[in-house]
Nanobody, 110 residues
Framework: VQLVESGGGLVQPGGSPRLSCAASGFTFSSYAITWYRQAPGKERVSVAV???????NYADSVKGRFTISRDNAKNTVYLQMNNLKPEDTAVYYC?????WGQGTQVTVSS
């Protein structure tokens, strides 16, 4: 199993980056995938999840600003982040059944 996140970086407040998670090693289209984040000194928490059929659920802290989507043909899950705030600064990971990628750092700062 391999999960590879990309798309992070330094973003100004209000910015709108899109993260990608490329998956391999399992039947991607059959499983839910979750985006997590871990801020400095804090635990890793779930921010968004997408089911195999495309149903979504979000943490209250990102609801209305983040959108999770998937492309089963590309074995990729996306996280569109809008109106970023400094408190969104974290390492973002995608996860599947206890498997994690290396994460991608998102830093929101002016």
């Amino acid at each position: 199993v391999q999960l590879v996140e990309s798309g992070g970086g330094l973003v100004q407040p209000g910015g709108s980056p899109r993260l990608s998670c490329a998956a391999s090693g399992f039947t991607f289209s059959s499983y839910a995938i979750t985006w997590y984040r871990q801020a400095p000194g804090k635990e890793r928490v779930s921010v968004a999840v997408i089911s195999p059929g495309g149903s979504t659920n979000y943490a209250d802290s990102v609801k209305g600003r983040f959108t999770i989507s998937r492309d089963n043909a590309k074995n990729t899950v996306y996280l569109q982040m809008n109106n970023l705030k400094p408190e969104d600064t974290a390492v973002y990971y995608c996860g599947w059944r206890g498997n994690w990628g290396q994460g991608t750092q998102v830093t929101v700062s002016s």
